[in-house]
């Protein structure tokens, strides 16, 4: 049997095109979530703190507290927020013990 020659069709190739880089924006690194909580409970240690001095400084002062020392532990980027929380905790605490230890109640009274 006689052999038919073949052809194989080459395709030319495409000319390389050059990839021109632009340069990109990089992101910024958003804050990992336990940074964020740390940061909202430093500021609520402060609001409570704050709060507690005028109204249920029995509930408010101890919570400003644990929130504070929570925000502290956890690494929180508002420091400063976390200590005044701190602060304004133990000054509930310490207006709770003047109030109890003068009038004998654990309220604010004004007037007669």
Known sequence: M?????????????????LQLQPQSQPQP???????????????????????????N????????ALAGLALLRGTNRRGRAALGLTLGAADLIVLAALATTDHTLSWSFGP
């Not at 006689?2 to 050059?18: F, I």
């Not at 909580?37 to 109204?55: K, R, T």
């Not at 029995?58 to 507290?65: D, E, K, R, S, T």
């Open 30 to 56: 958003e804050k990992p979530p336990a940074r964020r909580e740390a940061d909202g409970m430093a500021v609520a240690s402060f609001v409570l703190g704050l709060v507690g001095l005028l109204i249920f």
């Open 58 to 65: 029995i509930v408010l002062g101890p919570l400003a507290l």
């Open 2 to 18: 006689p052999t038919t020659p073949t052809t194989t069709l080459t395709k030319h190739p495409e000319p390389r095109r050059q």
